[in-house]
């Protein structure tokens, strides 16, 4: 089994109420076979938010996640954002 590494791209990102919000990681990896976004809430657990095993985009309400097998990124959007998006978003390959 290889190793998998994944990495944000942007440092802290900071959104105003109704902007769009959106962050990107890249991964590397030998084998692949889906993509997590997570949401972790200060104080709480991370709490699964998309899940992908093909490319494409993929909606969800206000959210978007796009996930790119050839060049190995995923990007998540929140568009109009509210107070209670604020949170850390993290990305998992599997």
Known sequence: MGQTTVTRQEGQVTAKQRDTFQTTYTYQT???YVLLWYQQRKGQAPQQVSYQAAAG????????????TRRKYSLLQLEEVEVSDSALYLCAVQ
């Open 30 to 32: 030998s084998s692949f």
């Open 57 to 68: 985009s993929k909606q969800s309400g206000r959210r978007t996640a796009l996930l790119n």
